[in-house]
């Protein structure tokens, strides 16, 4: 089974640029994570989709990140303007519906704001 | 206080040696994840347990779910199994917890 896969590997950006990245999740999963991961620390969830629509979205700063799920497939997540704070690791994931299924992550989107 | 919690933080090993990683979490859950992430940033899922023990290879993953704990053990650790090994707890949604990881570090 193809893993989650994540473009670019790597993106160095200058602050206040915008930046976007893709997330293609494993086959018939229907449910599909963002995750920021700042160095040092545990990934936290930026937004979890349920097929096309938006589960939880709580920890999205809406004022500069925005994400998209159509057709209930492959995801963007996009930010705009970046901020030096918003240098990280940025997980894609992915799982079947449900408590006693596993997660697929992605190798990870690292994005440097300079 | 943070909902899941690790200990090491670090870990230091020599070949060989036998590695015990330990998470605690505050409430009860549907399912605990243990994962690995290499220094690239890619995170790999080791295993998911809701009760008992499960092994793979030379990985053994245990939990307790009355006193809300689980270990990780590493048997005859290698360098190539240096990495930050992660817990992450799932409630009763589809929502992952994660604990802020055990940096490991296993030298020849």
């Known amino acids: 089974e193809a893993g989650v896969a994540q473009s670019p590997r790597y993106k160095i950006i200058e602050k206040r640029q915008s930046v976007a990245f893709w997330c293609n999740p494993i086959s018939g999963h229907a449910t599909l994570y963002w995750y920021q991961q700042i160095l040092g620390q545990g990934p936290k969830l930026l937004i979890q989709?349920?097929?096309?629509?938006?589960?939880?979205d709580s920890q999205l700063p809406k004022d500069r990140f925005s994400a998209e799920r159509l057709k209930g497939v492959d995801s963007t997540l996009k930010i705009q303007p970046a901020k030096l704070e918003d240098s990280a690791v940025y997980l894609c994931a992915s799982s079947k519906q449900g408590f006693n299924y596993g997660y697929t992550f992605g190798s990870g989107t690292r994005l440097t704001v300079v | 206080k943070n909902e899941v919690e690790q200990s090491p933080q670090n870990l230091t090993a020599q070949e060989g040696e036998f590695i015990t990683i330990n998470c605690s979490y505050s409430v009860g859950i549907s399912a605990l994840h243990w994962l690995q992430q290499h220094p690239g940033g890619g995170i790999v899922s080791l295993f998911m347990?809701?009760?008992g023990k499960k092994k793979h290879g030379r990985l053994i993953a245990t939990i307790n779910i009355q006193e809300k704990h689980s270990s990780l053990h590493i048997t005859a650790s290698h360098p190539r199994d240096s990495a930050v090994y992660i817990c992450a707890v799932r409630w009763n949604t589809d929502k992952l917890i994660f604990g802020t990881g055990t940096r490991l570090q296993v030298f020849p």
């Open positions: 347990l809701s009760s």
């Open positions: 989709f349920q097929n096309n629509g938006v589960v939880d």
